[in-house]
T-cell receptor, first 113, second 114 residues
Framework: KQEVTQIPAALSVPEGENLVLNCSFT??????LQWFRQDPGKGLTSLLL?????REQTSGRLNASLDKSSGRSTLYIAASQPGDSATYLC????????????FGKGITLSVRP | SQTIHQWPATLVQPVGSPLSLECTVE??????LYWYRQAAGRGLQLLFY??????ISSEVPQNLSASRPQDRQFILSSKKLLLSDSGFYLC?????????????FGSGTRLTVV
């Protein structure tokens, strides 16, 4: 059974810092991995989607990497801003059209001005 | 472009009352649809998923049910709400057409059962 772990559960950094959020998964047989952002009381916003054949994806100040063999993904946030404060969740999807995501519990990030 | 609509945003219901939450998707055909619940301080729990009209799979036994009367409509229901049904309910769809199989979530419904 796939398990997705995100440690630490919470992180507080000063504004401007470059930071890395980690995600690990136990079963390397995945179809893709997706990073989401969730603001308090809101739905999930997809940040980056990495297919199993890809090593990384970039969007603006965000860069996500995927290492299937080691069961790890990282979300890199450059020059963090207070507006980046949110909960970040990673989720992996196994192969199969009707397969379902397994989510980590998320990392709550606070960027201090 | 594809969009997902979920309503209402907030709902306060008494114990024992019925529930109906609706989710619709636009801009895609035959999506996989999902209902998740997120309880306070807990992770996302998959409640139901559907791969087509009238096809519903339940992930956990509970007081809720789901239906998919149309291709792009997914409804979460209960005949009699319990206090334990309180939570944040999220609808999602999975993009099969493009082959990316990425998930897109709605904005959620905050349900408080009193």
């Amino acid at each position: 059974k796939q398990e997705v772990t995100q440690i630490p559960a919470a992180l507080s950094v000063p504004e401007g810092e470059n930071l890395v959020l980690n995600c690990s998964f136990t079963d390397s047989a995945i179809y893709n991995l997706q990073w989401f952002r969730q603001d308090p009381g809101k739905g999930l916003t997809s940040l980056l989607l990495i297919q199993s054949s890809q090593r990384e994806q970039t969007s603006g100040r965000l860069n996500a990497s995927l290492d299937k063999s080691s069961g790890r993904s990282t979300l890199y946030i450059a020059a963090s801003q207070p507006g980046d404060s949110a909960t970040y969740l990673c989720a992996v999807r196994p192969p199969g059209a009707n397969s379902k995501l397994t989510f980590g519990k998320g990392i709550t990030l606070s960027v201090r001005p | 472009s594809q969009t997902i609509h979920q309503w209402p945003a907030t709902l306060v219901q008494p114990v024992g009352s019925p529930l109906s939450l609706e989710c619709t998707v636009e801009g895609t055909s035959n999506p996989n649809l999902y209902w998740y619940r997120q309880a306070a301080g807990r992770g996302l729990q998959l409640l139901f998923y559907s791969v087509g009209i009238g096809q519903i799979s339940s992930e956990v036994p509970q007081n809720l049910s789901a239906s998919r009367p149309q291709d792009r409509q997914f409804i979460l229901s209960s005949k009699k709400l319990l206090l334990s049904d309180s939570g944040f309910y999220l609808c999602a769809w999975s993009d099969l057409e493009s082959g990316s199989y990425g998930y897109t979530f709605g904005s959620g419904t905050r349900l408080t059962v009193v």
